[in-house]
């Protein structure tokens, strides 16, 4: 079955600080791999998106790596800002040729004090 | 600027009322998706549809449930009739997905509570 699991569920750093979210997947065949910011009450926005041919790509203080043989994704924030607090998605295409379907992990909760 | 835009941004209603949410993709994008996201599970594919026809709705309970695209600016999701556990926002969102590397852009979301 095609899953994509992310760690951790919750998360709490202080403004500043860096932090790192993990996604695991077994979709397949994967054509893309993207990450979305929802803010509470808001619909997902998103990060970065890298095909499977691409380990990394940056959005501003977003980095997102991809290794493609492990099916494991992470997506590094530096220097946390308050307005970092949300969920954080990873979602999954599978490639199903004309039926692309975005397959999305349950987020991670991040929240950032000052 | 172009956004998905989704109507109402709530709606409260009662156990057994119908209910329509509708939504307007991005003019031009071909692929239009309906989730709805809950605490507990959250997001959760409904259903999809590319050039307006509907590829793949097993993710929507079918008894109640029912999406369609009258015309390429209009999406609706209908829940007839309605049930406290459809409790949920509900989102749509739009793309140009015919190939890798491409977007798909989220609504606000519908917050749909049933009493």
């Known amino acids: 079955k095609n899953q994509v699991e992310q760690s951790p569920q919750s998360l709490i750093i202080l403004e500043g600080k860096n932090c790192t979210l993990q996604c695991n997947y077994t979709v397949s065949p994967f054509s893309n791999l993207r990450w979305y910011k929802q803010d509470t009450g808001r619909g997902p926005v998103s990060l970065t998106i890298?095909?499977?041919?691409?380990n990394t790509k940056s959005n501003g203080r977003y980095t997102a790596t991809l290794d493609a043989d492990t099916k494991q994704s992470s997506l590094h924030i530096t220097a946390s800002q308050l307005s970092d607090s949300a969920s954080y998605i990873c979602?999954?295409?599978?490639?199903?040729?004309?039926?692309?379907?975005?397959?999305f992990g349950t987020g991670t909760l991040l929240a950032v004090q000052p | 600027d172009a956004r998905v835009t989704q109507t109402p941004r709530h709606k409260v209603t009662e156990m057994g009322q119908e209910v329509t949410m509708r939504c307007q993709p991005i003019?031009?994008?071909?692929?239009v998706f309906w989730y709805r996201q809950t605490m507990m599970q959250g997001l959760e594919l409904l259903a999809y549809?590319?050039?307006?026809?509907?590829?793949?709705d097993s993710g929507m309970p079918k008894d109640r449930f029912s999406a369609e695209m009258p015309d390429a600016t209009l999406a609706t999701l209908k829940i007839q009739p309605s049930e406290p556990r459809d409790s949920a926002v509900y989102f749509c969102?739009?793309?140009?997905?015919?190939?890798?590397?491409?977007?798909?852009?989220f609504g606000q979301g519908t917050r749909l509570t049933v009493v």
């Open positions: 003019l031009g994008h071909n692929t």
């Open positions: 890298m095909t499977f041919s691409e």
């Open positions: 549809f590319r050039n307006r026809a509907p590829l793949d």
């Open positions: 979602v999954v295409t599978d490639y199903g040729g004309a039926t692309n379907k975005l397959i």
């Open positions: 969102a739009s793309g140009h997905l015919q190939g890798p590397d491409t977007e798909a852009f």
